[in-house]
Every structure is written in structure tokens, then in C-alpha cells.
């Protein structure tokens, strides 16, 4: 099977729609336009612009971000490749993050500082309203129905298009729904770890858009023999691009987001869409774990 770059791979994957803006499911995730330990400046910042300018021209519609990604580097490297933005880009970025150093995270969901945070990455990216704006993470020391509620008030003032939450629970989205529409949930999945399978099934069921972070990860499934390897073997495709083809296989709402910092990556995963998967290879794969 040949594995060249076409004009606009990401293509194949699919859509799916968000905010009005039908987006194909292969996106691309901007964590990794930063230094170490999602810290600072990137290494080439001029490759990072590249990188984004070259994943439009492959097809990419959905790019995912964050406020606490370098904090402010991702986004503001984001405004300076794609500005001004076509029209049918979808941004997305979070907020309820904040940073103490190199891989370093914690929760903050009080009300004045969530609206802080959006009004900020309005700034930074040069936007009046954020297509998808998602809580990064839930803060146990507020109540969740003030952070979810300061979000729809935003999303009523017109300021967020959708609105999006990261590492919850099924209680914790149908919670929220109570009180706002959520258009998307991001939660760790991959090959290896499908702790959130629950997650995935009750999206599939509602029509929420599930956006999978660290969708690469295969472990042990890629060593010589095992079913990752059997399927890239059988396929011509690499341990990554298995990963990826088996996630849009998992779930017409599946949104996976791969990411890096250099342009031959990036083509590698974004091919990765036009990899098709036979029946068996992706029950194979669900097995495995």
C-alpha cells in the first residue's frame, strides 16, 4: 500500500460537526509547539510555523490548543502561521490549567478566572469568539456547575461558539449538559488505554464529538509480533498510523489530534487518514488491549 502525501489526505478521514463548522476527524493537536515540558519557546519556532501552515494544506480543519500550553506560546504561534484564519478552520482551546513550571499543571475554576482566560486567548489569537472553548480540567475546589455556568454565560454573550470538557466523567458530562449544551469531550484514549471506553460510548450515543489525547501511544502492542506490528507489517503503515486509522475506525465521533514539532511527522501521522482498515485488522486491534 503506498503511503504518499495526496494533495489533502486528512480528507479521508471523515467529518464531524461542531459550532456550524463541519471539520474532518483527523485534527491537529498544538501542545507540542513548545519547549520542554510544555514550557516555553519551542526549539525551531520557524519549523512549528511550518508545521501548522503545512497540516492546513494537508486538509487539516481542527486545530486544539491551550491557554497553558508553553502557557500562551502554542496559541500565539498559532496566530502568527494561520492569520488570518480561513474561514472553515475551527480553533479550539482550553482554559482551567495553570502553570508552576515544566510539567507542572494545576486546576484553577473560580468564575472571574475562567473569563479572564478567555478574554486573553480572544487576544492572543485574533478572534472575536472561540469556536470551541473546552474546560481543561474540572477544579474540585469550585462547584462545577459555577464553572460550567460561567462558560455558557460567555457562550450567551456570544464570546464561545461551543462549549467543551477534558477528563470527566459520563456523571460529569451529564451534569454539565444540565446546565450548558457540550459539544465535544477530550479524554485519554488510545490503544493502551481505554480507561474512558465509557466515555467514548456515551458520546457515540449523544453525538458528542470525542477528542482522544495521546492517541499514538500503542506500548507493547508495537513490539515485534504483536498486533500492531502484525497490522503495520500487513499494511506497509507505521506503529502510529495504525494507532491513528484504528481510532476513526473506533467511532464516527472519534476526533483524534496527533501532534509534533516537525514537518515529516506531521505527514506521517495526517496519512494516516487514508490507511483503511479491514474489519478484522481493527477487531484485532480492539482485542489487543
Known amino acids: 500500500m503506498s503511503h ?25 493537536g498544538a501542545m507540542r509547539l513548545t519547549g520542554p515540558g510544555i514550557w516555553g519557546e519551542p526549539a525551531d519556532r520557524a519549523e512549528c510555523v511550518r508545521v501548522l501552515q503545512r497540516a492546513l494544506e494537508l486538509g487539516v480543519d481542527f486545530i486544539d490548543t491551550a491557554d497553558s500550553y508553553g502557557p500562551e506560546v502554542s496559541e500565539n504561534i498559532i496566530r502568527e502561521a494561520l492569520y488570518p484564519y480561513p474561514e472553515q478552520l475551527l480553533i479550539a482551546t482550553k482554559a482551567g490549567l495553570t502553570r508552576q513550571g515544566p510539567d507542572r499543571w494545576a486546576p484553577v475554576g473560580r468564575p472571574e478566572y475562567l473569563r479572564q482566560q478567555l478574554e486573553m486567548s480572544l487576544r492572543r489569537l485574533g478572534v472575536d469568539r472561540i469556536d470551541l472553548f473546552q474546560l481543561h480540567r474540572i477544579d474540585r ?18 464570546k464561545i461558539a461551543a ?12 451534569a454539565a449538559r444540565s446546565i450548558a449544551d457540550i459539544a465535544s469531550v477530550q479524554n485519554m484514549y488510545n490503544l493502551v488505554n481505554r480507561s474512558s471506553e465509557d466515555v467514548l460510548e456515551y ?24 498486533p500492531v506490528d502484525h497490522v503495520a507489517t500487513a499494511t506497509g503503515a507505521s506503529p502510529g498510523q495504525v494507532a491513528l486509522a484504528w481510532l476513526l475506525a473506533r467511532s464516527p465521533v472519534m476526533l483524534p489530534i496527533p501532534g509534533t514539532s516537525t514537518v515529516a511527522h506531521l505527514e506521517e501521522n495526517l496519512a494516516a487518514a487514508g490507511l483503511s482498515l479491514s474489519p478484522e485488522q481493527v477487531e484485532e486491534l480492539t482485542r489487543a488491549a
Do not use: M, Y
Not at 504518499?4 to 491537529?28: C, D, E, M, Q, Y
Not at 469550585?142 to 450567551?156: N, R
Not at 462549549?163 to 451529564?174: C, P, T
Open 203 to 226: 458520546c457515540a450515543r449523544e453525538g458528542i464529538g470525542f477528542i482522544p489525547w495521546a492517541p499514538i501511544a500503542s506500548g507493547q502492542l508495537a513490539a515485534p509480533g504483536g
Open 141 to 158: 475546589k469550585v462547584p462545577a456547575d459555577e464553572q460550567i455556568g460561567e462558560l455558557k454565560a460567555l457562550q450567551d454573550e456570544g
Open 4 to 28: 504518499a502525501i495526496s494533495n489533502a489526505p486528512v480528507h479521508a478521514s471523515g467529518t464531524f460537526s461542531i459550532a456550524g463548522k463541519s471539520v474532518h476527524r483527523l485534527g491537529f
Open 163 to 174: 462549549i467543551g470538557l477534558s477528563e470527566v466523567s459520563v456523571a460529569q458530562i451529564e
